[in-house]
Every structure is written in C-alpha cells, then in structure tokens.
C-alpha cells in the first residue's frame, strides 16, 4: 500500500478528485496539517510506502523524510492558474456565482498593481473553506491532457507500482 502525504485538506481533494476523473483507484490521502507534520507522519505510518505532495517554499520539510516528493510551484492553485488560465479559473469562479466578488477584491487599493494569479492565490487564500471548494472545482475543471505536472506525475506514479500493490 502506498500512502500519499499532503499539507493540507486542499491538497488531498484535488488528488482524490483527479484520480477520480482518471478512473484510477482512489489513493489513502492523509493531510498532515502543514510541512512540519510530515516527519509525525512518516513515523505513524512506519514501513508502508510514502509518497508527499507538498508546496514549493516547504519541499525541505518532506524531502528530509520523503523519498518521493512531488512539488507544487509555488503552490497547487498556482498550479492549477496555469493549467487552466486565468480565464478558464475566472470561469469557475463565476459558475460558483463569485466573480463580482474576485472582481472587488480586484480593485481593492492593494490588489490593483498586482498580478491576476497573485489576485487569484488572494481570492483563494481569503476567506474559509476557499481553498478546499475551489480545489475540487478547479480540479473537476481542468481538461486531463493539462492535470498539473506534480499532480500528474504524482499519480502517475501511484499507477505504475509494482504488481501486488496498490494505492
């Protein structure tokens, strides 16, 4: 059995959610509240192969007790900005009926100067359960020839485990 190691509840619905889409078999995905639960992690689950989806600014905290650690740069909304475009994301903000609120946020005196993804990773961050709901619809959005590259490998990596074992 593999167990696949993550910071946060966002992270682990968008692995489930895409594994899913891809008609594998779900994985065990165990949020560890944060990088720095990633060594409590490793010892709870002694003796099973773990693999860690982690943020680019933490990748250290499982890389020193990670064999295999896919990386989100700088993070998994970040990743999935790219994969669908700010346009493909605003679309699924305004199907959740929240683009007039992107919008103010938008002009707010802070915002203004900067980028559409640094808007984006703001929106997300901002208010509660923000980043969990958006995973999965940003997850369940995303065409499966452009899954994130560390999200792609990642379970690409869960499919091809040696016969006997699974995810």
């Keep these: 059995m593999t167990i696949v190691l993550v910071e946060g509840e966002s992270d682990a619905v968008a692995v489930r959610t895409l594994a899913a889409r891809l008609s594998l078999p779900t994985p065990r ?3 560890v509240g944060g990088s720095k639960g990633a060594r409590r992690a490793v010892d709870e689950f002694a ?5 860690g ?3 680019a600014a933490e990748r250290r905290d499982f ?5 295999v650690v896919f990386v989100c740069d700088p993070d998994l909304e ?3 900005v790219r994969a669908l475009g700010v346009d493909g994301v605003e679309a699924v903000i305004a199907q959740q009926g929240e683009l007039e609120s992107f919008r103010r946020l ?3 005196p802070f915002q203004r100067a900067r980028t559409p993804e640094q808007q984006l990773a703001r929106f997300f961050g901002g208010r509660s359960g923000n980043k969990v709901r958006y995973a999965r619809l ?4 995303v065409a499966l020839d452009r899954v994130p590259p560390p999200l792609g490998a990642l379970l690409a990596s869960l499919s091809s485990l040696p016969p006997g074992t699974s995810a």
């Design 53 to 55: 989806l982690v943020d």
């Design 47 to 51: 003796g099973v192969r773990l693999v």
């Design 29 to 31: 995905v165990v949020p």
């Design 63 to 67: 890389e020193r007790v990670l064999e």
């Design 138 to 141: 940003l997850a369940e959005a």
């Design 106 to 108: 938008q002009e707010q």
């Design 78 to 80: 970040a990743e999935f």
